[in-house]
């Protein structure tokens, strides 16, 4: 199953739904899943992780 997440391409969808994966599985807080994100846009490729809309959706998806 894919989400949009609003990153650029497939492989960074796929990489936030796993942050948001994560988060659930193990009850992260908003700071921490904001932590991940961050890491996350530190990588080449993925550097619209931080970006407003992204955080909106993860928001969202994690009903916080």
Do not use: H, I, P
């Amino acid at each position: 199953m894919s989400y949009y997440f609003a990153m650029y391409s497939d492989a960074g969808n796929a990489a936030v739904l796993d942050v948001c994966v994560y988060a659930k599985t193990n009850g992260l807080s908003w700071n921490n899943v904001c932590d991940q994100l961050e890491d996350l846009s530190r990588l080449e490729g993925f550097g619209e992780a931080t970006d407003t809309e992204v955080r909106e959706c993860v928001w969202l998806y994690l009903g916080y």
